[in-house]
Each structure stands twice: as C-alpha cells, then as structure tokens.
C-alpha cells in the first residue's frame, strides 16, 4: 500500500512538472500576431555570449563603448549597409537581411534611422526579441 502511495505522488509530481515546464516555455503572443511565421532568425552570430539578453537586461559593461548619433546612423541606411536601433541599442544587421522570412524589403526603410525599434514591437511583440539580437552585430549606444 505504502509502495502504491509513493509511486502515484510520483507520477503526479512528474506531471505537474511536465506541465508546469510546458507552460513556461510557450511563447506569448500579442493580440496583433496573427501569422505564425514572423521570423526565424538562425542564432549565427552574436554580441552576447550565452544569449540571454533581453531588453531588460543591461549589455556587458565595456569602458571603450561607442556611442552613435543620428548622424552616424543615417550613414548606414541601405540594404548593403544596415544599422538600426533597438531599445537605445545600435545594430548592424545588414548580413541578416537576405534571410529575413518577410524579406529585405520589410526592414530596409527603417536602416539608418529611428523606425525600426516600434516596427518590430508592433508587430513581433517581443517573441523573437532574443532571436534578433542574436543576428545582430551590436555597434554602440544610441545618443540621439
């Protein structure tokens, strides 16, 4: 009786375990996300070593950080040569462009100025957030 007891806390256990995992794993969508292939980005390169970063998380402290105005920015406005800010953060994501599930095309207004950072917001949310840091080439921080 004893044994039967143990093996059912067990198996409930693992249950709620297997649940509980599950829950925390899927993703949340917004209301505005209706297609389920927004973006797939490769994790091929990336400024953060063990890819955990999120916008509420700081980027590695480095004393010699650049920092780039609009000017610089509006430099890099092409799809040849793409920079684009996310959360006061400047990227390079010119090598990601081709691979872009939505094309080129749908990110390429916003290289080289302010755009991009509610673009992406409204319409990924902030699911594939961590996916396109990783395929991003961190370049400074934004000053203004």
């Not at 890819?51 to 004393?63: H, K, L, M, R, Y």
């Not at 699911?127 to 840091?133: A, D, Q």
Request: hydrophobic residues 35%.
């Amino acid at each position: 009786m004893k044994k039967k007891v143990i093996t059912g806390l067990v198996i409930i256990f693992i249950l709620i375990l297997v649940i509980t995992l599950t829950f925390l794993n899927l993703p949340s969508k917004s209301s505005s996300q209706s297609n389920n292939n927004l973006m797939n980005i490769p994790n091929n390169s990336s400024f953060i070593s063990n890819g955990t970063i999120n916008s509420s998380q700081e980027i590695p402290t480095n004393p010699q950080i650049t920092t780039i105005n609009s000017e610089t920015l509006a430099q890099h406005n092409s799809k040849s040569d793409c920079w684009i800010v996310y959360n006061d953060k400047v990227y390079d994501i010119t090598s990601y462009l081709p691979r872009h599930p939505g094309g080129a095309g749908t990110i390429t207004p916003f290289c080289g100025n302010l755009g991009f950072n509610s673009a992406f917001v409204d319409y990924h949310g902030t699911v594939y957030e961590k996916k396109l840091l990783s395929a991003a080439i961190y370049q400074g921080d934004f000053s203004g």
